[in-house]
């Protein structure tokens, strides 16, 4: 399995922004599909968005498209989430995800977990 740390999380006005990274380490980060989840308190986690391998193709929920851009550096083993004209309703924890392919990721099959960053939207 790979190895995920989060970073970037903090608190924000409403309207304001904010860039998750998430780091990974142990395997070749090229070989995995990344995408990043979210759990708000009382509700199940909820996919937000995912990225290929290549970086080529990205994926959002309807609730983020528009505001949230996902990206990656293969060279830096890195993966990003840029978060734009941020909601209270954004506010959770959000969590970076791999696995082999973003189709799965997309359907919520995920091979590894990041533990979590902290986003919070004051209004």
């Known amino acids: 399995q790979v190895q995920l740390v989060e970073s970037g999380g903090g608190l924000v006005q409403a309207g304001g922004s904010l860039r998750l990274s998430c780091a990974a380490s142990g395997r070749t980060f090229s070989n995995y599909a990344m995408g990043w989840f979210r759990q708000a308190p009382g509700k199940e986690r909820e996919f937000v968005a995912a990225?290929?391998?290549?970086?080529?193709?990205?994926y959002y929920a309807d609730s983020v498209k528009g505001r949230f851009t996902i990206s990656r550096d293969n060279a830096k083993n890195m993966m990003f989430l840029q978060m734009n004209n941020l909601k209270p309703e954004d506010g959770a924890v959000y969590y970076c995800a791999a696995d082999t392919t973003s189709y799965r990721l997309r359907r919520g099959v995920v091979g590894s977990w990041g533990q979590g960053t902290q986003v919070t939207v004051s209004s």
């Open positions: 990225i290929s391998r290549d970086g080529d193709s990205t």
